[in-house]
């Protein structure tokens, strides 16, 4: 991984060396300058995807276990290798899971790392998952949806909503492309407002910040 300084993007200042098999995964800062990544170990069905939290330069703090299992061996409760890993409002860490067993296979944050950098039991995090919205803080959540009108078509519409504690909706937003576009990376925050990466058939990808 390269790190610039803040406000001089053109020059690398040092590097942090990640565990093997961590490129198609994620990662995420931690507290006292640490970092979080998730990392394939073993082979075959034996393969699952565990987290890691590394020092600064790379070094590793510990590896924890992950509830689930790995995409292509799961039963019920899917992580996958390019699972998303986000800070919650609460300061514990959350990775994005698909939850196979519940209706439409949607997917639920589950916590994996306290906010003092400290792993998560995997029946903790199974219990403590928030499905399918994402927590944002205040008591609010905000869940996505690329649709798409035409059953087998591409999609031209990705909706935005920020629920309350109650699941009623305090805010929705449409976002309606004359060309197909689909979610590149899992939505976050940026700012107080919903900020999605759009991947677009035509022209470059662009970040499209929605909100006030």
């Known amino acids: 991984m390269l790190v610039w300084n803040a406000g001089d993007p053109d020059r690398i200042v040092r590097s942090v060396p990640l565990p093997d098999r961590t490129a198609d995964n994620d990662v995420s800062l931690g507290p006292e300058g640490s970092l979080y990544a998730t990392h394939g170990e073993g082979v075959g069905l ?3 995807v565990v987290l890691k939290r590394l020092t600064s330069t790379g070094e590793q703090l510990w590896t924890g276990s992950l509830a689930g299992d790995f995409f292509g061996n ?3 409760f899917e992580i996958r290798a390019n699972s998303s890993l986000r800070p919650g409002p609460d300061g514990k860490l959350h990775l994005l899971a698909a939850m196979t067993s519940l209706p439409g296979g949607q997917q639920g944050w589950m916590p994996v790392a ?3 950098g400290r792993p998560i039991a995997p029946s903790a ?3 403590g998952t928030d499905w399918p919205y994402q927590p944002i803080g205040q008591g609010q959540r905000m869940v996505t949806e690329v649709y798409t009108a ?3 078509s591409a999609p031209h519409e990705i909706r935005v909503a920020i ?6 909706v305090v805010r929705a937003w449409r976002v309606i492309s004359r060309t197909p ?3 590149h990376d899992t939505p976050d925050i940026l700012r107080g407002a919903p900020t ?3 991947d677009m058939l035509e022209g470059k990808r662009h970040v499209l910040e929605v909100g006030i």
């Open 74 to 76: 799961s039963g019920k």
């Open 163 to 168: 629920v309350d504690r109650r699941g009623r």
């Open 150 to 152: 035409v059953p087998e």
């Open 46 to 48: 034996d393969h699952q």
């Open 114 to 116: 306290t906010r003092n």
């Open 196 to 198: 999605l990466v759009l």
């Open 125 to 127: 995090q199974r219990q």
């Open 181 to 183: 576009i689909n979610l």
